[in-house]
């Protein structure tokens, strides 16, 4: 694209935005015809930037598309605070899911100054708000690996954020209803009439409605959650991308509000030996990544849930599947990170038994001994006054750590053994020398 070709852009772009942000014309415009306006810019966006849409993934934007940012990016200047306090939060994170996906570098920087523009503290985020803002973390997660450093800082910036939920949610919220769906038997019999219709998209909608449902703590979901339940398991078969990640996300919610219900389910689902046949592996990283973000939100109730999160791990650590191995140790390094010396000491001694007979074997996924060196080095990093509990196990844990550092056939494998020497190394000094008593 030539120089005066972008101004001219540009330069259309300010005018219309300029138009907007007249003193005169601002005070006849409705601030809903702001909001819808922007809302179907962000659509156009985000549907550029998905993925699941053939054509639209391109490394540079078109001039309409770079004339739609810059409206977008002059109305979140001009309008920011009061397009954020007005707008539906779910569409917004909704659409930032699919922008954040996208390889062009203005969307993404678009997208993450949006979702700058949410964390502010300018809107307090609500319950059933707070989970599809965790759904982003994935998607934060990969660009912390972009190209462009500037991307790189901001993502991370905004991870590290939602994930220490620093100054964008109110626990005060955490207790109250402030999301209403609507309580008649006809709006749930249509609902659970859409999860089972055979066209894709209002099996897609019934499942949205579902997710809503829970959040809302609505009588009509606890009156029939076993069914429901039921319902979302058979969509977590399915074939399509929206369904069965629109039932994991449900069952996601479901965890949130009765973890005794949706936890050993979704544990099942992970440990089934014949899930979607299309796509095995992805569905059980989806399922893995369910179940770390029900562990993450349970925060410091977390300790008194564990053992529903441990009767199924280690079930799922004496599979044959590398899969489910792999899954199975993921979610363990999560509560190990989130647990620490706190809560997991009852399992402390059975968790490091399971990686070492891993880590003993020949496997042929490297996978499934990358993942047991990090649940190991998690253990041993964060295992505090525990020490003396595993004391006995510190020698052979020692011996085989040093087999995998000089002889592993896998770069990592053997780059994560050095590392995890080196806290074991540290955690033995711990139990030798007593702490000095002034």
């Known amino acids: 694209m030539g120089g005066d070709e972008w101004d001219d852009i540009l330069y ?25 306006f922007f809302l179907e810019a962000l659509q156009l966006i985000a549907d550029k930037s998905n993925p699941l849409i053939p054509d639209t993934q391109t490394e540079k934007a078109d001039p309409s598309q770079i004339m739609i940012l810059q409206t977008v990016l002059h109305l979140i200047e001009n309008f920011g605070e009061k397009i954020i306090v007005n707008i539906d939060i779910i569409k917004i994170s909704l659409f930032l899911n699919n922008m954040l996906m996208s390889k062009d570098e203005e969307i993404l920087t678009l997208s993450l100054t949006l979702l700058a523009a949410l964390l502010s503290g300018v809107v307090e985020i609500k319950k059933e708000e707070e989970i599809i803002i965790y759904d982003l973390l994935d998607r934060l997660n990969e660009l912390k690996s972009h190209s462009n450093t500037q ?49 894709l998209p209002v099996r897609a909608h019934g499942l949205i409605s579902i997710r809503r449902l829970v959040l809302s703590k609505d009588p009509y979901f606890y009156k029939n959650v076993d069914a429901i339940l039921e319902l979302l398991e058979n969509q977590c078969y399915d074939d399509d991308d929206y369904i069965y990640l629109g039932a994991i996300a449900a069952f996601s919610a479901i965890g949130d509000v009765l973890i005794d219900k949706a936890l050993p389910l979704l544990g099942q689902i992970l440990l089934n030996n014949s899930p979607n046949k299309k796509r095995p592996s992805e569905l059980r990283l989806k399922i893995s990544e369910a179940i770390q973000k029900i562990a993450l939100r349970l925060g410091e109730l977390l300790p008194h849930h564990v053992s529903k999160f441990f009767g199924f791990l280690f079930v799922g650590l ?74 006995h196990h510190l020698r052979p844990i020692y011996e085989q750590l040093v ?3 000089e002889s592993h056939p896998d770069d990592l494998c053997r780059l994560h053994a050095e590392a995890t020497i080196l806290n074991l190394t540290l955690l033995m000094k711990q139990l030798l020398t007593p702490d000095d008593q002034d």
């Open 12 to 36: 259309e772009s300010d005018c219309f935005c300029n138009l907007l942000s007249l003193p005169e014309l601002e005070k006849k415009l409705d601030i809903n015809f702001i909001c819808d």
């Open 318 to 391: 004496r599979d044959s599947d590398p899969l489910i191995i792999a899954s199975c140790l993921s979610i363990i390094a999560q509560l190990c990170r989130q647990l620490e010396d706190t809560g997991i000491g009852p399992y402390l001694e059975e968790v490091l038994l399971a990686v070492m007979n891993i880590l003993r074997l020949p496997h042929p996924d490297v996978n499934v001994h990358r993942a047991a060196i990090i649940v190991l080095n998690d253990i041993l990093g964060g295992v505090g006054c525990s020490v003396s509990v595993i004391a």
């Open 151 to 199: 991307i790189i800082q901001t993502a991370t910036d905004l991870y590290d954020k939602i994930y220490k939920r620093d100054g964008w949610t109110s626990e005060k919220l955490h207790q109250e209803k402030k999301f209403h769906f609507s309580e008649s038997d006809e709006t749930f019999k249509n609902i659970m009439k859409d999860i089972q219709d055979p066209l």
């Open 403 to 405: 087999v995998l550092r």
